[in-house]
């Protein structure tokens, strides 16, 4: 079965960072889109930012560009997504998900498996 499994989010003071971590299995990792998504209270879900590891083509949210950057290591089949200058506006439930052969924007659609998700907590 795919399996996602995010790890790293915790609390942090506003223009503080973090790292998340999303570890994969269960299915060959170059062969699918990989992204981070949040859901905060009251605001639709939305991409953060996607990562192809066939070829390293990334997608931003325009929230986050400038602030954040996804990384993809296929040898430790994972995707990492570093946050700078964090945001009280970044707070929010992040969820690492991916699909077969979306690419990178697989931010802009649904994707098929979704790991359990990570708070990440940014205090003014």
């Known amino acids: 079965d795919v399996q996602l499994v995010e790890s790293g989010g915790g609390l942090v003071q506003a223009g503080g960072s973090l790292r998340l971590s999303c570890a994969a299995s269960?299915?060959?990792?170059?062969?699918?889109?990989i992204g981070w998504f949040r859901q905060a209270p009251g605001k639709e879900r939305e991409g953060v930012s996607c990562?192809?590891?066939?070829?390293?083509?990334?997608y931003y949210a325009d929230s986050v560009k400038g602030r954040f950057t996804i990384s993809s290591d296929s040898a430790k089949r994972t995707v990492y997504l570093q946050m700078n200058n964090l945001k009280p506006e970044d707070t929010a439930i992040y969820y690492c998900?991916?699909?077969?052969?979306?690419?990178?924007?697989?931010?802009?659609?649904?994707?098929?498996?979704w790991g359990q998700g990570t708070q990440v907590t940014v205090s003014s």
């Open positions: 269960g299915f060959t990792f170059d062969d699918y889109g």
């Open positions: 990562i192809a590891s066939r070829d390293n083509s990334t």
């Open positions: 998900a991916s699909d077969y052969s979306k690419g990178a924007f697989i931010c802009l659609f649904s994707p098929d498996y």
